[in-house]
């Protein structure tokens, strides 16, 4: 399961985002910080493209601070906020098949070159050698996950890393639960086999697992 | 039993939504299908190695936040503006009464207004009588009249004084411009006479070309009509001519006719024709 925000700090929002619902600008600016983080990492896990990942989130957060005062129920704000996000993600979609431009990540790195990717690495590696088989091994997954439909991706992303329950996920796509469950089937299913086709078995991530 | 879980009711399973009774189905299911419970336990899998994809750190872009507060500082309020408006038109009327110093008195239906002065009686009590007003009437009537008599008479002299000038200056004017004019009339007409002969002399002279042109004209197509005449009444005279030559020439064959026939008859009868002439 994914990091997500600790739950105090999620009971403590409830009267944040009323706050910040009322117009506080410094409850608002809390609440960036809070979610910036996780709206940054769905996006990115979405487009596999930090840039694109910051122009979202960045989109995202001016929409929230522009359109909150509207929000009428706090406890939907979570879902509100992923509806936003998701939007974003599919009009940054539409406007790069538009303009056909290939990113750089998504060339492969030739072997023994230094990964492009050493600013977005993950902090909590211990050493250099076990940083870049983590590097490796998530840029591995992450080309599995864009492997699948955007519907999938999405589904997947929010329920696997962001923790929303599939409620919370058909709320944010204006979708029926059922049919996020059968998203989410046939996204891991489709993983199962993408993975089988990489030869990414278990004996290859055991050390990490 | 023909229970069987579709997918989303596996979906929620695996990630712990289901309710406790409905759980319990599943599992039960699971236990009596192994190729169920391996498609499940191959997802479970998979959900494992997903779990190696990690966040990427970032930090959030600093927020400008507004420390504006929301509350209006009572300055600022609207009721404290009017207030402060009308304190400040009461002070004003106030100072400006002050430095003027207005009176207002009624007295008697009379209603006086007066600035840093005690009111004067500006009407008078006393009543004049009609004689007296037609007096100062006719006073003012007859001073009136004189200065109007005064201004009139000044008038007049600078009005006759004006026209005396205007003449004067008109009549130089005029002599200058007659003078120039008939100075500028004697060349014009000497000029225009000039011209007149000259303009003449050309006409006569068109007009003598024109007439003996003319003339040469008719008397030459007098000519070649007489001819025309002439030769007409030659062929005339001609053919009459002809036709009496005829006519003689008719006679003359006839006449000899006769006379071959009376030949031819005497020739034929000698006696008789010598009888006959003898008779005769």
């Known amino acids: ?209 | 039993m023909n229970y069987k879980p579709d997918e989303g009711t596996l979906m929620a399973y695996l990630y712990g939504e289901l309710d406790a009774p409905e759980a319990e189905k599943v599992q039960h299911y699971l236990q009596q299908h192994p190729e169920a419970l391996h498609h499940v336990q191959q997802l479970r899998n998979v959900r494992t190695a997903l779990e190696s994809l990690t966040d990427v750190e970032v930090i959030a872009p600093p927020v400008f936040v507004d420390h504006e507060s929301k509350s209006i500082p009572f300055w600022k309020a609207g009721y404290f503006k009017v207030t402060l408006g009308i304190a400040a038109s009461l002070l004003f009327l106030l100072v400006a009464a002050r430095l003027i110093g207005p009176e207002v008195t009624y007295s008697n239906g009379e209603l006086r207004i007066s600035f840093r002065q005690t009111p004067v009686n500006t009407v008078s009590e006393q009543t004049l009588t009609a004689s007296e007003v037609q007096e100062m009437i006719n006073h003012s009537l007859v001073k009136n009249n004189e200065t109007i008599a005064s201004s009139w008479e000044a008038s007049n002299q600078e009005i006759q004084e004006s026209l005396r000038q205007n003449l004067s200056n008109n009549s130089a004017r005029i002599d200058k411009l007659i003078a120039v004019a008939s100075q500028a009339s004697q060349d014009q007409v000497r000029t225009f006479v000039a011209g007149m002969q000259e303009e003449n002399l050309k006409l006569m002279k068109d007009y003598f070309q024109l007439s003996s042109k003319d003339q040469q004209m008719y008397v030459e197509n007098l000519l070649v009509d007489f001819t025309k005449y002439l030769h007409e009444q030659r062929k005339q005279d001609l053919m009459l001519f002809q036709t009496r030559m005829n006519s003689i020439e008719k006679n003359t064959d006839q006449f000899k006719q006769e006379t071959e026939q009376i030949l031819a008859s005497i020739i034929s009868n000698p006696e008789g024709t010598i009888k006959k002439v003898n008779n005769y």
């Open chain 1, 1 to 209: 399961m994914a990091e997500t925000l600790p739950d105090s700090v999620m009971m403590h929002s409830d009267a944040l985002l009323e706050r910040a619902r009322q117009g506080d600008k410094n409850a608002q600016g809390k609440l960036v910080q809070l979610w910036y983080k996780r709206i940054y990492n769905f996006a990115y896990k979405f487009f596999f493209d930090h840039d694109m990942a910051m122009e979202v989130a960045q989109k995202t957060f001016i929409s929230m601070h522009r359109n909150l005062t509207g929000l009428q129920e706090v406890a939907r704000f979570k879902s509100w906020l992923y509806t936003i996000a998701v939007n974003y993600c599919r009009e940054e979609l539409r406007k790069r098949k538009a303009s056909r431009s290939v990113s750089l990540n998504e060339f492969p790195t030739a072997d023994g070159e230094v990964s492009f990717k050493w600013e977005a690495s993950n902090g909590r590696a211990d050493n250099p050698e076990r940083q870049l088989r983590q590097t490796e091994l998530s840029d591995l997954l992450q080309q599995c996950l864009m492997e699948l439909s955007v519907e999938q991706r999405e589904v997947v992303i929010m329920k696997e890393y962001e923790g929303l329950k599939f409620r919370e996920i058909a709320d944010a796509l204006q979708i029926s639960e059922n049919t996020v469950k059968s998203r989410m089937y046939y996204g891991l299913d489709g993983l199962k086999k993408i993975l089988i086709k990489r030869n990414i078995t278990k004996e290859a991530l055991g050390y990490e697992l």
